[in-house]
């Protein structure tokens, strides 16, 4: 009987190292915190379908999500993730907005992959899902390294993101010839860039150029003075490219400024941050063309095309985030035999999305861009 017994027991224990899921039937609970209730509720519904058509083309009955309702405030993202805590939920997805992940911490057997793209000052256990400020930097660092371009400016407003945008600089290591924080008041922008690019020097020098000549006795007078005169300046411009870390039309009003002040996009390069392919920058094609990281754009229209097949209405850009951190998960799950007690976030690992490629690695996501161009009102990809 003890030889049997003992023969049994080898036979359990082989099943256990060989097949970990066959003793256990039990889902795997992910949960999802966004807001459904609310102003924001259009937010939360779209990630929450987003995240559905993740599940349904993984196709494994061994993961689910468990949605809660945030309400788009840092209290009751503390209380659902409670709940989901107390029934033995420890990944979660969510929340939405930076603000809400203010108490976090006191969930402590819990890791939250939030949707926010800010890195600093996050509780200890909330990881940056989104596309944050050094994978956009690396992005370009790349894109100025492959043309050359080492007299670069970075332009930055004065708003609470300036902390994260100086953090990304100095982590990805990039080389600047200047950093240049400038005002979001229109008031006061004009002049910070006429002063930046020596405006009223290089005026200065054009009109002096044309009191030179016409007082010269040059055959050529008449014609070089007329050339002379199509000219808005006169003089070289220190920098070879500028990257506006702006949006929207903040970011057109500093385009349009360095244009007024001739630094045109002609003549320097206009580098921005991710504009999720914003296509009202399309009709501006004085300031064209402008060069920018984000998302892989093919992936994303194919992503928009099948969410409405499906729901018959247009998903929002952090939905189609929470498509691939349903993915990432669950990838991170198969490599750890489905375990998700453990910190499966903290090793170095790699994962393939609809966004990029994602680099996990101590408890940090990054992502790996694609690069683009705006011009002849087109979104052209670089690389």
Request: aromatic content about 12%; hydrophobic content about 35%.
């Amino acid at each position: 009987m003890k030889k049997l017994y003992n023969i049994i027991s080898k036979l359990f224990l082989l099943i256990v190292l060989f097949n970990p899921s066959a003793f256990s039937k039990e889902k795997i609970k992910i949960g999802l915190i966004v807001p459904l209730t609310g102003e924001y509720s259009y937010v939360g519904e779209s990630i929450l379908k987003s995240a559905r058509m993740a599940l349904s083309k993984i196709n494994d009955e061994r993961i689910t999500i468990v949605p809660k309702d945030t309400k788009a405030n840092p209290i009751d993202a503390l209380r659902v993730s409670k709940e989901l805590s107390n029934i033995g939920i420890n990944i979660v997805v969510g929340p939405v907005f930076n603000e809400s992940n203010k108490y976090l911490d006191e969930v402590e057997n819990v890791t939250f992959l939030s949707f926010t793209n800010k890195i600093r000052n996050n509780p200890k256990n909330v990881i940056s899902g989104g596309v944050n400020a050094i994978s956009q930097i690396n992005t370009i660092k790349k894109y100025l390294n492959e043309n050359n371009l080492k007299n670069t400016i970075f332009m930055i407003p004065e708003t609470e993101y300036k902390r994260e945008i100086e953090n990304a600089i100095e982590k990805s290591n990039l080389i600047l010839k200047e950093k240049f924080i400038y005002s979001k008041d229109p008031t006061l922008l004009t002049k910070q860039i006429e002063d930046l690019t020596r405006y009223k020097e290089r005026k200065n020098n054009l009109d002096s150029e044309i009191k030179r000549i016409e007082k010269s006795n040059i055959l050529n007078k008449k014609e070089e003075i007329d050339e002379l005169k199509k000219k808005d300046t006169l003089g070289f411009i220190n920098f070879d490219s500028v990257i506006i870390a702006d949006f929207d039309e903040s970011l057109k009003s500093v385009a349009t400024s360095l244009l007024y002040t001739d630094v045109s996009s002609k003549r320097i390069k206009y580098i921005t941050l991710n504009q999720w392919f914003d296509k009202t920058l399309l009709k501006d094609t004085s300031l064209h063309p402008i060069y920018f990281p984000s998302i892989n754009k093919k992936n994303f229209e194919n992503f928009k095309q099948e969410y409405f097949k499906n729901f018959k209405s247009v998903p929002n850009q952090i939905s189609f985030l929470s498509y691939d951190l349903i993915g990432l998960t669950y990838y991170l799950l198969v490599n750890n035999n489905f375990r998700s007690d453990e910190d499966i976030f903290f090793k170095e690992n790699k994962f393939k999305g609809k966004i990029g490629i994602f680099e996990i690695n101590k408890r940090t996501i990054t992502h790996q861009l694609n690069f683009y161009s705006i011009e002849e009102k087109k979104f052209k990809e670089i690389f």
